[in-house]
Structure formats: structure tokens, C-alpha cells
């Protein structure tokens, strides 16, 4: 795929997709999906919420044989309501399908399925029961973040994981009210929280929770503490400087050449030794001896 002149370049590796994913959350992805696999969990994934495609292109490595992994956003589209197409407005603009696409698949060979739209329209076209991982990173707006839960709810398969984003920030309340009026009022079952993410169930949290906390407590890189709330055991997660994301496999352009903005190959400084060299011979050449021997003396030292 040759990128068109004026779009972002194609990633070289996870990082250089523009997104909020950081490194704790890349962990915990890991682990919860590694841990539904091992136990012979099938179930499909669910993504509501993809911006430039960062945690999409994370749970593309688990979609496995005979399971199907869907995204939804509105990219370019219209929004359902003017707050919502204000929000989308302000903070997502660069966000177009094309970008999401071309950023997927430098690491993967087929895109998932796409459903370009609201998130209003998950329940009509993802089967009741039958993800194991849903991961709801859409709009702010309390009744939109109110219906996302629940067509998590719908879609989830019993003992599935769901992952709420942006629970406690700061310029997101709405997402705030509606994450814990489902923890008290509608069921989810907290099972750990991160820095900005809320991962749940709707089935007993408890042997889930005791196997993260062995997890937790065998690493250096992560805070942990654990409190009781409304007859909730919650277990909070905290990185330490220096976490380390899990591998990941390098894109298909990671050997590319490095490109200027004009899509020119980007010169390479040469290396010292061969700059000083050249000055060198140069003063050899045309300078007066005095001249010569004091550009050496001033290169040897530098």
C-alpha cells in the first residue's frame, strides 16, 4: 500500500499510531484475552470506538478462527444528535475510515468488520450473547454511554469481559455517572481499574480477580491497591515508571525508509568520523601548514 501524498504515514510499530492505549491497559488487554484463550473461551470481540485504530489493531491479534471481531465509529459520518456531533467535531476531525483502515492494516492482513454509524446501531447488527470481549471507547454523552453498557450487556457471553474508557476523567462526566449508576443500579460486577479504563462483568468477578491479583503481585512495574466499595471488591492498578508494553509485532513498513513530509527519502546526517575527516583533508590540501595543524588539534579534541 503506497500512502497518498497529504495522509498520515503508514505506522512502523504500535506506537506511531496516534491514540490514547497506554501501557498498563495494553497489558491488561493482554492478560484478559491471553486468559479467556487458555481456558478454551471462544466468543467474538467488539470494539465501539476505534479512533486511529491503536487498541483495535491490539485485539485483531486475538480474533481467532471461527470468531468474528467488529468496530464501530462514526469516522467522517454524521452524528445522531447535535452534542454529539459537536463532541465529534471538536475532538475527532482527523478521524476518517481510511485512516483507520490504512493504520489496521499495516500489522494485519484483512480489516474487521466495520459499521460506520452510532454505536446506537450495535444491538441490530451484533448477535445477542456472543462476544467475549467488548471494549467501549465512544461518545461521553451520559445516554449514549447509558445505551453503549447496555448493548454490552446484550452482546456479552456469560463470564465476558466488558471495558469501559474514560470512567473518571475529568472532562467526561457523563461517562462517570453512567459507569457507576450500572455498578450500582444495573448489575456490571467491577473487576479492576486502571488510570482511565473500568474493566467488568456482568457474572462473578471473583476468580478473575484473585488470578489478576496473583498476576499483579508476581510484577515490579505496577501499583496495586484493593478496596471494598457499596459490597464491591475493586482492584486498582497503577504503572510504574518503566512498565513495558507487551511484544508486538512490527508493521509491514518497518524496514521502510525513513520519508521527509514531501516524500522524499530523508537524508541521513553522516556519520561524525567521516565529517571530521573530510575537514581534515580539506585542510590538508589548501591551508597553510599553521592553519592545518590547529583545525587537527581542534578535531582530535572535539
Sequence with gaps: MTPVPGTIRPPRRLDDVPGWFPVLDQVLFEWFLDRQEAAGTKGDLLEVGVYMGKSAICLGRHNGDGERFTVCDLFEG????????????????????????????????????????????????????????????????????????????????????????????????????????????????PICLSTQKLYGTWEDPGPVQDELLAMVRGREDCDLSVQQAAGHRIIRLKSRKGMQAPPF?????????????????????????????????FAADLLPPILTRAIRNSLSRS
Design 249 to 281: 509485532p512490527p508493521s509491514r513498513y518497518a524496514h521502510r525508509t525513513a520519508q521527509t513530509a514531501s516524500g522524499r527519502p530523508r537524508a541521513t546526517p553522516p556519520p561524525r568520523h567521516h565529517a571530521a575527516a573530510r575537514a581534515r583533508r
Design 78 to 189: 454524521d452524528a445522531q444528535d447535535d452534542a454529539n456531533q459537536a463532541e465529534s467535531t471538536k475532538s475527532y476531525s482527523a478521524l476518517t475510515q481510511r485512516v483507520f483502515e490504512e493504520n489496521y492494516l499495516a500489522f494485519h492482513d484483512t480489516l474487521p468488520r466495520v459499521l460506520k454509524g452510532p454505536s446506537s446501531i450495535v444491538p441490530e447488527e451484533v448477535a445477542p450473547a456472543s462476544c467475549r470481549f467488548v471494549h467501549i471507547d465512544a461518545s461521553h454523552l451520559y445516554e449514549h454511554v447509558r445505551d453503549d453498557i447496555g448493548a454490552a450487556r446484550e452482546t456479552l457471553l456469560p463470564g465476558g469481559i466488558v471495558v469501559l474508557d474514560d470512567f473518571r476523567s475529568e472532562h467526561t462526566p457523563g461517562v462517570s455517572v453512567a459507569v457507576w449508576e450500572a455498578v450500582l443500579t444495573r448489575g456490571l460486577r
